[in-house]
């Protein structure tokens, strides 16, 4: 994969761009509408990093997410409406620009090695967790997805949830590349940006795997105990 050397970074405090998922963004801040701008007029990246939650002044995660801008539409104030698809991890390097936005070197973030029979293994309790969690009603947005009609041709999970229920599940079903399934899952049904920024900076995609199945049982748990339905 093709990547400049060096590329804006949208600093964010709840949100994480995973590749295989779509990010809807509205953007509104002027330094941030001369990243889109600029964006536009090039390379058509975007990246994506959280705010580190230990820090008061703006300070982004070691590791992000880039993605490239398949859609954007600009309101009559201004402001813009974008939609990016996640392409890949990147690890930011030295801050090279503060003004008008943040410009950082960058390189791939690479996954180590894979293990398949315990990556296949873990992606077999995820599914179980899943339908668990959507059979049961537990999570936010299960019964939305439940709802929503199909969409046909699309391979994408995305985080908006606008496949239905069945339309999902098939999906994951379908999935056999760990890395997809671990970024495509948790980019889908994470909701905490802790634990989803734990599953994008995680190299090993056992661990992530791990880091999934944790997640989605406590979770389940949590629902439980609270009575969610």
């Given at each position: 994969?093709d990547?400049?050397?060096?590329?804006?970074?949208?600093v964010?405090?709840?949100?994480?761009?995973f590749?295989?998922?779509?990010?809807?963004?509205?953007?509104?801040?002027?330094?941030?509408?001369?990243?889109l701008?600029?964006?536009?007029s090039?390379?058509?990246?975007?990246?994506?990093?959280l705010?580190?939650?230990?820090?008061t002044?703006?300070t982004?995660?070691?590791?992000?997410?880039?993605?490239?801008?398949?859609?954007?539409?600009?309101?009559?104030?201004?402001?813009?409406?974008?939609?990016?698809?996640?392409m890949?991890?990147?690890?930011?390097?030295?801050?090279?620009?503060?003004?008008?936005?943040?410009?950082?070197?960058?390189?791939?973030?690479?996954?180590?090695?894979?293990?398949?029979?315990?990556?296949e293994?873990?992606?077999?309790?995820?599914?179980?967790?899943?339908?668990?969690?959507?059979?049961?009603?537990?999570?936010?947005?299960?019964?939305?997805?439940?709802?929503?009609?199909?969409?046909?041709?699309?391979?994408?999970?995305?985080?908006q949830?606008?496949?239905?229920?069945?339309?999902?599940?098939?999906?994951?079903?379908?999935?056999?590349?760990?890395?997809?399934?671990?970024?495509?899952?948790?980019?889908?049904?994470?909701?905490s940006?802790?634990?989803?920024?734990?599953?994008?900076?995680?190299?090993?995609?056992?661990?992530?795997?791990?880091h999934?199945?944790?997640?989605?049982?406590?979770?389940?748990?949590?629902?439980?105990?609270?009575?969610?339905?």
């Open positions: 994969m990547l400049p050397s060096e590329i804006g970074i949208m964010l405090p709840n949100a994480t761009l590749p295989h998922t779509i990010l809807p963004l509205y953007i509104f801040e002027p330094r941030y509408r001369v990243m701008a600029d964006a536009l090039s390379h058509r990246l975007f990246s994506v990093a705010q580190r939650p230990d820090r002044r703006e982004p995660s070691e590791i992000a997410g880039v993605g490239i801008i398949r859609a954007s539409v600009q309101n009559k104030d201004g402001t813009s409406q974008m939609i990016v698809q996640g890949t991890r990147i690890h930011l390097g030295k801050q090279l620009q503060a003004k008008p936005y943040r410009v950082h070197q960058i390189e791939i973030f690479k996954p180590k090695t894979i293990n398949s029979a315990i990556a293994a873990l992606m077999g309790k995820a599914r179980e967790l899943i339908k668990i969690i959507f059979d049961e009603g537990l999570y936010p947005g299960a019964e939305l997805l439940k709802k929503l009609p199909a969409s046909e041709g699309d391979a994408t999970l995305n985080t949830a606008s496949d239905s229920y069945q339309h999902f599940l098939r999906q994951i079903e379908q999935l056999t590349d760990p890395e997809v399934f671990v970024d495509a899952v948790g980019g889908t049904l994470l909701t940006p802790a634990e989803r920024q734990v599953l994008l900076e995680t190299p090993e995609i056992e661990e992530r795997l791990k999934l199945v944790h997640f989605l049982l406590a979770a389940i748990q949590r629902a439980r105990n609270t009575g969610a339905k």
